[in-house]
């Protein structure tokens, strides 16, 4: 197979969700730097205001060239990420670059259960409707990734929750997070074997949904020049995460983690084992690898 390289001559188009802060802020002010000034780096989020003053603050940075526009995307309205592909695919005739990576921010005091709907809305709902919305839509060349974490690797679940996500395609993906919410809110879950972290099933569904969709289009997107892969950026120190480890003496900024998750994004060609897997620091992690994390279930309180 002949490599296909992105026709680096077109404007691109990237857009990238969760980015008023952190990791998602540190993407696209790597994407303003890192693009050309015919690019488009759209910043979303679901607060006009933040988004607003974001996307200014990344368009005055110094070393920015791509064009910064704001915005507003509420990923736990999947109508409304499927509106926006359509605009784009509209106004630009495809998009070249998706990073999804809004997540809900959960603190070890609070409840799981009462957490769980927003929680999961954010990262597997919306996941999902960006994979069906905006995979259709990638230009040759493109990149969709899925930011998730080392946890997303099927080895850090129970053996008994694995078949579920284990070659399951798509539809059976969104299933199985379904019944783990069902099972979240009628206290059932942790005997069914589910961790009590929302984090750990959340980040192996992010996953698996990846492979899902990957395992359909394989031969076509890297004959396209197309990625499409999951992300662990490595550990990040952010607000977000501080709360749940006790050793951050390898923890990143934000802007750290996203060089090497951008070195991704604007590598060429694609290289054909990374495509569909959980990628971290350039390489593949394991997808049966891991075992079931203890230390953030201690820390929980309900």
């Not at 296909?4 to 077109?10: F, K």
């Not at 188009?13 to 690019?39: E, F, K, P, Y």
């Not at 972290?197 to 359909?216: C, D, G, H, I, Y």
């Not at 971290?280 to 992690?285: K, N, P, S, T």
């Amino acid at each position: 197979m002949n490599a296909v390289r992105v026709n680096t001559t077109a404007p691109r188009v990237a857009l990238v969700t969760g980015a008023n802060q952190g990791l998602g802020r540190a993407l696209v002010d790597g994407l303003a730097a890192r693009l050309t000034t015919d690019d488009l780096v759209l910043l979303t989020g679901r607060d006009e205001g933040r988004v607003t003053e974001a996307a200014r603050e990344v368009a005055r940075r110094p070393d920015s060239r791509a064009r910064v526009h704001g915005r507003v995307l509420d990923v736990t309205d999947t109508e409304a990420i499927g509106r926006l592909a359509d605009d784009l695919h509209g106004r630009h005739g495809g998009v070249d670059i998706v990073i999804s990576n809004a997540v809900a921010r959960l603190l070890p005091g609070e409840s799981q259960a009462e957490r769980a709907d927003e929680f999961i809305d954010v990262s597997n709902s919306a996941t999902h409707a960006v994979l069906r919305s905006f995979g259709p839509v990638l230009r040759p060349g493109g990149r969709l990734l899925v930011v998730a974490s080392s946890l997303g690797t099927l080895g850090h679940l129970d053996p008994r929750l694995r078949h579920l996500f284990d070659g399951a395609n798509l539809d059976q993906v969104e299933y199985a997070v379904e019944s783990w919410r069902a099972a979240v809110h009628h206290g059932t879950a942790e005997e069914k074997g589910w961790p009590r972290w929302l984090n750990v099933p959340s980040k192996v569904a992010q996953v698996a949904a990846v492979r899902a969709v990957a395992a359909e289009r394989r031969t076509h997107d890297l004959a396209a020049g197309i990625l499409i892969a999951a992300v662990c950026p490595g550990m990040v120190d952010t607000a977000t995460s501080r709360p749940w480890f006790s050793d951050y003496g390898q923890a990143q900024s934000p802007a750290e983690a996203a060089r090497a998750v951008l070195d991704l994004v604007l590598a060429e060609p694609v290289d054909p084992p990374l495509y569909g897997e959980l990628i971290r620091f350039g390489r593949a992690l394991d997808w049966h690898g891991g075992t079931p994390p203890t230390e953030q279930d201690r820390l929980l309180t309900s």
